[in-house]
């Protein structure tokens, strides 16, 4: 089993910054993809940024230019460095990860935080 823990969330004014962690723990995994989505009410949950193994972060085009995710493979845990939020960014931020397991590849979702953009 690999447990999320989120932490960062908040209410900030439009303009702002917040940066999110997920810190990853467990035994006996090892992780594949990591990264956040987000889901506003009402809509569905959309990728936001994430590492994939081996590879350069993807990002959604409507943050490109004002989030930066970053990791640290070590403990493992991820970042989203959120800068210029607009409005339109609130939502609640999941982290997730697929994870080679000894039960096989699954994938994780932590409880999420809640960002609140104001205008």
């Known amino acids: 089993q690999v447990r999320l823990v989120e932490s960062g969330g908040g209410l900030v004014q439009a303009g702002g910054s917040l940066r999110l962690s997920c810190a990853a723990s467990g035994s006996g995994f090892s992780i594949n993809v990591m990264g956040w989505y987000r889901q506003a009410p009402g809509k569905q949950r959309d990728l936001v940024a994430a590492?994939?193994?081996?590879?350069?972060?993807n990002y959604a085009d409507s943050v490109k230019g004002r989030f930066t995710i970053s990791r640290d493979n070590a403990k493992p845990t991820v970042y989203l460095q959120m800068n210029s939020l607009k409005p339109e960014d609130t939502a609640l931020y999941y982290c997730n990860t697929i994870a080679d397991t000894a039960y096989g590849r699954r994938e994780y979702w932590g409880q999420g935080t809640q960002v609140t953009v104001a205008s």
């Open positions: 590492f994939m193994r081996g590879g350069s972060p």
